[in-house]
């Protein structure tokens, strides 16, 4: 991870859960972190703890549903930290009922959260990362299990809207190929991850054997720093 450090990583959706495990270790590991989220109080509490911690964290409020705050927010880092190496696609929405049960403005929430704001975190972020000096970079997108499998009719428009990230991620990898950029894209999919996102999901499933958000935070290093000539396309993350 040394090349990585003093470096920009900006995380999504990192007020709590996986975003926030994966702010606190990408800070430890020596980056400067920019936690991008909604909730303004709790970005504070994060920043503040870690500053105290000499850890280099900055909160910027950003709802990625808004690509005006998406595209504000990538000139506000570029200005004030740094432009991005890293981008980690994280922000989600979750809902479990069947597609017959599902209010469409649900069904909306999860896919403009799910799919179009990480294009839009994408578009600009890559914008960014072109700028940064380096010549290299790495795309996260956190996936899920759900999207490589079907499990029964739980949650089918979050499972649709991550499918929809493995075929965007896919796409990624080989547009930049033939770009000949150095900037690597990951797709990471998790199985269940114990957080207040999916407690709906475990409220139907209580026997569901759960990762942590360091579980995660620790994939997502491991495939960040393996060498620049190897690129891991896709991580399949379960518990045992």
């Known amino acids: 991870m040394d090349r990585w450090r003093n470096r920009v990583a900006v995380v999504t959706g990192a007020s709590e859960g996986i975003g926030e495990g994966i702010v606190r270790r990408l800070a430890a590991e020596g980056m400067k972190v920019v936690a991008l989220a909604r909730r303004e109080g709790m970005l504070k509490e994060l920043e503040k703890e870690l500053t105290e911690k000499n850890l280099y964290v900055r909160g910027h409020v950003c709802d990625v549903t808004n690509d005006e705050q998406v595209r504000t927010a990538f000139k506000w880092?570029?200005?004030?930290?740094?432009?991005?190496?890293?981008?980690?696609?994280?922000?989600?929405v979750f809902k479990a009922p069947p597609i017959t049960e599902l209010e469409i403005s649900d069904a909306r929430a999860v896919i403009d959260t799910n799919l179009n704001g990480l294009l839009e975190v994408v578009i600009h972020g890559f914008k960014s990362i072109k700028n940064n000096g380096f010549g290299d970079g790495h795309i996260f997108n956190i996936n899920s299990n759900m999207?490589?499998?079907?499990?029964?009719?739980?949650?089918?428009?979050?499972?649709?809207?991550?499918?929809?990230?493995?075929?965007?991620s896919e796409t990624l990898k080989m547009e930049?190929?033939?770009?000949?950029?150095?900037?690597?894209?990951?797709?990471?999919?998790?199985?269940?991850?114990?957080?207040?996102?999916?407690?709906?999901?475990?409220?139907?499933?209580?026997?569901?054997?759960?990762?942590?958000?360091?579980?995660?935070?620790?994939?997502?290093?491991?495939?960040?720093?393996?060498?620049?000539?190897?690129?891991?396309?896709e991580m399949m993350v379960e518990p045992t």
Not at 156 to 167: C, E, N
Not at 209 to 216: A, F, G, P, Q
Not at 223 to 229: G, I, R, T
């Open 176 to 233: 930049l190929k033939e770009k000949n950029s150095k900037i690597r894209v990951t797709s990471l999919s998790p199985g269940a991850v114990k957080t207040t996102m999916i407690q709906p999901f475990l409220d139907i499933r209580p026997e569901t054997r759960c990762l942590s958000t360091e579980d995660i935070a620790d994939a997502l290093v491991y495939a960040l720093s393996v060498p620049q000539n190897v690129n891991i396309s």
């Open 77 to 92: 880092i570029e200005d004030n930290v740094g432009p991005a190496s890293v981008l980690v696609n994280n922000a989600a």
């Open 147 to 168: 999207g490589h499998r079907i499990f029964g009719t739980v949650g089918p428009v979050y499972s649709a809207s991550k499918h929809a990230v493995t075929v965007l």
